[in-house]
């Protein structure tokens, strides 16, 4: 069972960038799956997230407006299209996967059992 993020990189601020993660292993096809990122010296923080149907999409207040997620066709896929970059969107982002109890547990890391490794995305000023 593995989640492998991809897609980060070096972008100035004001750019975009489009992170993607992929399941294998097993079909994550019923699972909610969410982003989360970690900036140095910071806690682990909810960015996006979205149901296992894809019909419903949670963001933090922080990029609503900049981020947009959606899941592939087979639903084993997720991606994170990041506009509007701004230097404190720097961290090492987390793609998880899991079955949050009610919409309030969306934003919560417990809600989910499965991370990938993470990639790092860094924005310039």
């Known amino acids: 069972v593995q989640l492998v993020e991809s897609g980060g990189g070096l972008v100035q601020a004001g750019g975009s960038l489009r992170l993607s993660c992929a399941a294998s292993?097993?079909?994550?096809?019923?699972?909610?799956m969410g982003w989360f990122r970690q900036a140095p010296g910071k806690e682990r923080e909810f960015v996006a997230a979205i149901s296992w149907s894809g019909d419903e999409t949670y963001y933090a207040d922080s990029v609503t407006g900049r981020f947009t997620i959606s899941r592939g066709d087979a639903r084993n896929t997720v991606h994170l299209q990041m506009n509007s970059l701004k230097p404190e969107d720097t961290a090492v982002y987390y793609c998880a996967a899991g079955r949050p109890w009610s919409d309030s547990y969306y934003q919560s890391d417990a809600s989910y059992d499965c991370w990938g490794q993470g990639t790092q995305v860094a924005v310039s000023s």
């Open positions: 292993g097993r079909s994550f096809s019923a699972y909610a």
